[in-house]
């Protein structure tokens, strides 16, 4: 099945921890997104990657780190400056990023006490 | 900066009616892409329907329809024939340069 994944589904942290959330796709797709979800909100953008050893700012990238080392594979490491890390994480990946329908992953839910 | 507006944070429908969700949107761009994603319990985000800006005609998928209104900045979601499968959020998302932006969603409830 093509898809994307993401473990684990929910992770717990102690404050001051750096966490690496995992995203996988085998959907041949250039492009793969880090989105944020609070409570009451719509998704924010972390980070995106439109292609192999390049990635780009999104609007809350403040205290996240990204690699894109292989084209299925785009981890997001939340670190101990993110100030409100608990939240609902979710992966996509498109085609491109022009246009194109993004698909997303089940999603993360991290909780940091 | 471009931003997604929705301004119902709930709705609720009877089976089988027609209920339209509204999102209006702000950007300088001209040619661009609008989606409805839905995100039920499961909170696995679904695309319902996309729009191309530069296509008049407005997008249908079953029964799910859309108002395009681009002068207005306008683009609503209709769903026809509600079912209880429909019972989900609803997020409106305008395709950025590098991302979606995403409105705060519309909680719809659909019951019998």
């Known amino acids: 099945d093509g898809g994307i994944t993401q473990s684990p589904k929910y992770l717990f942290r102690k404050e001051g921890q750096n966490v690496t959330l995992s995203c996988e796709q085998n959907?041949?797709?250039?492009?793969m997104y880090w989105y944020r979800q609070d409570p009451g909100q719509g998704l924010r953008l972390i980070y995106y990657?439109?292609?192999?050893?390049?990635?780009q700012k999104g609007d809350i990238a403040e205290g996240y780190s990204v690699s894109r080392e292989k084209k299925e594979s785009f981890p997001l490491t939340v670190t101990s400056a993110q100030k409100n890390p608990t939240a609902f994480y979710l992966c996509?990946?498109?085609?491109?990023?022009?246009?194109?329908?993004?698909?997303f992953g089940p999603g993360t839910r991290l909780t940091v006490t | 900066a471009q931003t997604v507006t929705q301004s119902q944070p709930e709705m609720s429908v009877q089976e089988a009616e027609t209920v339209t969700l509204s999102c209006t949107y702000d950007?300088?761009?001209?040619?661009?892409?609008l989606f409805w994603y839905k995100q039920p319990p499961s909170r696995q985000m679904i695309l319902v329907i996309r729009?191309?800006?530069?296509?008049?005609q407005n997008a249908t998928e079953n029964r799910f329809s859309v108002n395009f209104q681009k002068a207005a900045k306008s683009f609503s979601l209709k769903i026809s024939d509600s079912q209880l499968g429909d019972t989900a959020m609803y997020f409106c998302?305008?395709?950025?340069?590098?991302?979606?932006?995403f409105g705060t969603g519309t909680r719809l409830q659909v019951f019998p």
């Open positions: 950007t300088s761009e001209s040619n661009y892409y």
């Open positions: 996509a990946s498109s085609i491109t990023t022009i246009s194109e329908e993004q698909y």
């Open positions: 990657s439109q292609i192999v050893n390049d990635f």
């Open positions: 959907l041949n797709h250039d492009a």
């Open positions: 998302a305008f395709m950025s340069s590098g991302g979606l932006i």
């Open positions: 729009q191309e800006a530069y296509k008049q």
